[in-house]
């Protein structure tokens, strides 16, 4: 059955992989599974046409023949378990993979959005400057209890899962604040899972629709 995802038509970060659609690229370049793309402008996702497969106006959503589904932890999810190599087959070792993601989405994300609102949104308001440190050390917080489990693992518990892929994609949006530099096994954890081939044929793809825009005029 065809899968077919949607994604930004013009993506703001100039197709450097940052936006959601290149999670669910990644999972799906992983488990082998071919896939199609519905680009999107920003005005299109608040038509009634795409809020039908998303309430929310957002990217990415996930349809495969009647099955729609919107927020990236459950398509990487639905994903891992449906074909085989981001989940582990054992009971116990799955949960702990699963427990992963959502401790990427759940615990490590929120910090580092609120950056981006401290910056983009926050930056000029008088509190700002103030502001900005505190949320640095909250992400720093995170990061160091994080690369504490991590220690020299490759991964975050045994083979590389949809935990990881969740993790790192969560991760590397901090790169330009520098932060990951301050925990050296953080940043090699990062650098292992952009390494992956379905990672750079992910990113490859989704940088090929920023080319495309700009070619296009
Ligand atoms: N919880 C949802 C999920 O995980 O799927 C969040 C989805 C989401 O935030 N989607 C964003 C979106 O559609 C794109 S990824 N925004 C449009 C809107 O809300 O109108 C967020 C994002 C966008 C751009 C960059 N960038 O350019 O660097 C990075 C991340």
Same mark, same amino acid.
């Not at 059955?1 to 936006?19: C, E, N, V, W």
């Not at 959601?20 to 690229?25: G, K, L, Q, W």
């Not at 050296?184 to 899972?193: L, Q, S």
């Given at each position: 059955?065809?899968?077919? %995802? ?16 290149? &999670? ?5 370049? !992983? ?12 005005? !299109? ?7 039908? &497969?998303?309430?929310?106006?957002? %990217? ?7 099955? *729609? ?39 490590? !994300? ?11 949104? !926050? ?6 400057? $103030? ?36 993790? *790192?994609?969560?991760? %590397? ?18 650098? &292992?899972? $952009? ?5 750079? &044929? ?16």
């Amino acid at each position: 059955m065809t899968i077919t %995802i949607t994604a930004f038509k013009d993506s703001p970060d100039r197709g450097q992989g940052l936006a959601r659609d290149m &999670r669910v690229r990644w999972a799906l370049e !992983e488990v082998g599974q071919p896939y199609e793309v519905r680009l999107e402008t920003f005005k !299109e996702l608040k038509q009634p046409e795409h809020l039908g &497969r998303n309430p929310f106006g957002q %990217i990415p959503t996930y349809e495969e023949g009647d099955l *729609v589904l919107f927020e990236t932890g459950s398509i990487i999810l639905h994903i891992a378990e449906r074909h085989a190599g981001l989940l582990p087959k054992n009971a116990d070792a799955r949960a702990r993979a699963i427990t992963w993601m959502f401790s990427a989405l759940s615990t490590v !994300e929120p910090p580092i959005l609120e950056l981006q609102t401290a910056k983009i949104i !926050e930056g000029k308001k008088p509190w700002a400057e $103030e502001r900005m440190p505190l949320v640095k050390d909250y992400i720093r917080n995170r990061l160091k209890q994080l690369a504490a489990r991590l220690g020299d693992a490759e991964w975050l518990d045994g083979d590389f899962s949809a935990g990881d892929l969740l993790m *790192v994609h969560v991760l %590397i949006r901090l790169r330009p604040s520098g932060l990951l530099d301050e925990f050296p096994n953080i940043a090699a954890y990062v650098a &292992r899972g $952009e390494a992956r081939p379905a990672y750079q &044929r992910a990113f490859a793809a989704q940088l090929a629709v920023f080319k495309a825009s700009q070619a296009g005029g």
